[in-house]
T-cell receptor, first 113, second 112 residues
Framework: EADIYQTPRYLVIGTGKKITLECSQTMGHDKMYWYQQDPGMELHLIHYSYGVNSTEKGDLSSESTVSRIRTEHFPLTLESARPSHTSQYLC????????????FGPGTRLTVL | QKEVEQDPGPLSVPEGAIVSLNCTYSNSAFQYFMWYRQYSRKGPELLMYTYSSGNKEDGRFTAQVDKSSKYISLFIRDSQPSDSATYLCAMSGSSNTGKLIFGQGTTLQVKP
């Protein structure tokens, strides 16, 4: 079982607030990912990192930003939350072998009022 | 056109039924194929992983990949109510980037 954690699990917040979604993994994985998932829709990659000090934007444009100062930690920040940011945010990490399997955290369900 | 197409269902079957879940894709460069299971309000968990074409079996689950038809399947034998979840197919062409393309997910309900 993968050891990847996300906090908070649920967040309801007002428009304009700054929020940070936390993601941590204890497996020493270099590669980490953030996905956005709306109900009934596929997961869309919004950010990824290949290691410390490496961050890239994903296929889906997002107003969020990420940082990777430590291997185990990959937080996502929204400077000014809007109702359009309401979604489920999933963090994942990957073993650095010849396989593309990713392990997911439980997700953060964000609601912006 | 989406790179990966998956029938969203919902699919409802009686307990003990054989379930077939399918995805089609358009990118011939895809080599790595996965099935994830996602319970309500949880993150996806890896169920099956297959490299290139062929079959892979794990207990009641069998994954099939037909690269010539760009078609992958997941079969669940003797389905149980605990199998009720959303099943996501995922695939990629490069082991270096690790970037996965997901299907929309098929919601399965197994009735006792």
């Amino acid at each position: 079982e993968a050891d990847i954690y996300q906090t908070p699990r649920y967040l309801v917040i007002g428009t304009g607030k700054k929020i940070t979604l936390e993601c941590s993994q204890t497996m020493g994985h270099d590669k980490m990912y953030w996905y956005q998932q709306d109900p009934g829709m596929e997961l869309h990659l919004i950010h990824y990192s290949y290691g410390v000090n490496s961050t890239e934007k994903g296929d889906l444009s997002s107003e969020s930003t990420v940082s990777r100062i430590r291997t185990e930690h990959f937080p996502l920040t929204l400077e000014s939350a809007r109702p359009s940011h309401t979604s489920q945010y999933l963090c994942a990490s990957r073993e650095d072998r010849l396989t593309d399997t990713q392990y997911f955290g439980p997700g953060t369900r964000l609601t912006v009022l | 056109q989406k790179e990966v197409e998956q029938d969203p269902g919902p699919l409802s079957v009686p307990e003990g039924a054989i379930v077939s879940l399918n995805c089609t894709y358009s990118n011939s460069a895809f080599q790595y194929f996965m099935w994830y299971r996602q319970y309500s309000r949880k993150g996806p968990e890896l169920l099956m992983y297959t490299y290139s074409s062929g079959n892979k079996e794990d207990g009641r689950f069998t994954a099939q990949v037909d690269k010539s038809s760009k078609y992958i399947s997941l079969f669940i034998r003797d389905s149980q109510p605990s199998d009720s979840a959303t099943y996501l197919c995922a695939m990629s062409g490069s082991s270096n980037t690790g970037k996965l393309i997901f299907g929309q997910g098929t919601t399965l309900q197994v009735k006792p």
